[in-house]
């Protein structure tokens, strides 16, 4: 008889699942991830590596670091590269949490926080956006009082799942608070580069202290190179690096090579990004427009939009997203996903082909105005 594995409350991802098991003629709007080619400088530095393919320092890259270190103005040694932001994230868990601890995670949040917490032995618990969905600082730093026990916090913006972001002085006060408590506060800043209206605000504006992460994955169009970092305190990297060197090794040659060029070239590459997005909004909010008869929220950054399903959803949002992939055509991901406070509303990618993006809003309507 097999033993039981410790990771079998573990379940596949909600996204995944109802993406890999979608009609071929259902239109994806369910994963988070570009949809406009890798820029033409990560494409010739992939397909240009002449001779052997080497392994790579386990820190990664020294030109890398550096280029990482000057587009976000940190020093060499606050940069940790990572296999995506995702690595650096599983690294800093294993490195700093240990049974019987508690990480503060966002709810409605990324469904890998609590995933990673529970991996690490660790407890995540939810502490409540605004009615906004923006980071609201009075209700962290009350359930930052509610846990003796945590060790860590994760906030999020702009958000996945909601798109929305935070303001200075609500990340001052959270900063301040996980300082003054000695708790690891991480900023999953994945999506900042990549907006609309006004460029997104960041811990690094407000304090030096806990770490921030970003990714070639979204605004620099390489989800697939999995490359990411995070910055900020040595002495919270140095551990979670070397754990993540027995992780991998290294993140890849290729796609360090191509993630150098993207950035290298982040003059061109971001703003070529934010018209493609703003591309894809213009198509959204027009199709938006005429089938559900109302202009959508814009979100602060990404490509997502938080939209609320109709009452009749209310008791089973899984199965009311089956139906609309299965009958309906289109792939979207319930909120309830995303932890019980987005259980009123499902995720929307608007990362794909606008000519997608139109037929997917107008398949999507008659759901809506069934009620």
Not at 218 to 236: C, E, F, N, Q
Request: charged residues 20%; aromatic residues 8%.
């Amino acid at each position: 008889m097999m033993p039981a594995s410790r990771l079998g409350h573990l379940k596949p991802s909600p996204i995944r699942a109802l993406s890999e098991g979608a009609p071929a003629s259902a239109i994806p709007m369910g994963l988070g991830e570009p949809g406009w080619a890798l820029p033409e400088p990560g494409r010739l530095a992939f397909l240009g590596i002449e001779g052997p393919c080497a392994y790579g320092p386990n820190a990664g890259l020294p030109e890398l670091r550096q280029a990482v270190a000057e587009f976000h103005g940190e020093h060499l040694d606050r940069v940790m590269l990572a296999t995506g932001s995702q690595g650096a994230l599983f690294a800093l868990f294993q490195a700093w949490l240990e049974p019987g601890d508690a990480v503060l995670v966002p709810d409605p949040g990324f469904l890998s926080y609590p995933a990673l917490a529970h991996m690490a032995g660790a407890t995540p618990l939810p502490y409540p956006l605004g009615s906004d969905f923006r980071l609201d600082a009075d209700a962290f730093c009350e359930a930052l009082d509610r846990a003796p026990q945590a060790k860590m916090a994760i906030i999020n913006h702009p958000a996945n799942p909601t798109g929305a972001g935070a303001g200075l002085e609500a990340l001052a006060k959270v900063a301040e608070a996980c300082d003054r408590r000695g708790i690891l506060l991480i900023s999953d800043e994945v999506y900042r580069e990549l907006y609309l209206g006004e460029r997104p605000a960041s811990l690094r504006q407000v304090t030096q202290s806990g770490l921030v992460l970003g990714s070639v994955s979204k605004a620099w169009g390489g989800p697939g190179l999995r490359l990411g970092w995070a910055l900020g305190d040595p002495t919270w990297l140095a551990p979670a690096r070397l754990l993540h060197a027995y992780m991998v090794t290294a993140p890849a040659s290729p796609a360090q090579r191509s993630a150098l060029a993207l950035i290298r070239e982040s003059a061109t590459v971001l703003p070529g990004a934010r018209q493609e997005i703003r591309t894809r909004w213009n198509a959204f909010e027009e199709a938006y427009r005429t089938h559900f008869g109302s202009a959508p929220a814009q979100a602060s950054g990404g490509f997502y939009h938080w939209l609320k399903v109709p009452g009749s959803a209310l008791a089973d949002p899984m199965a009311f997203c089956l139906r609309l992939r299965d009958e309906g055509g289109v792939v979207v991901v319930p909120g309830s996903a995303f932890g019980e406070r987005g259980r009123h509303h499902i995720r929307l990618s608007f990362a794909g082909q606008p000519e997608a993006i139109a037929e997917g809003v107008r398949r999507l309507a008659p759901y809506w105005r069934q009620g």
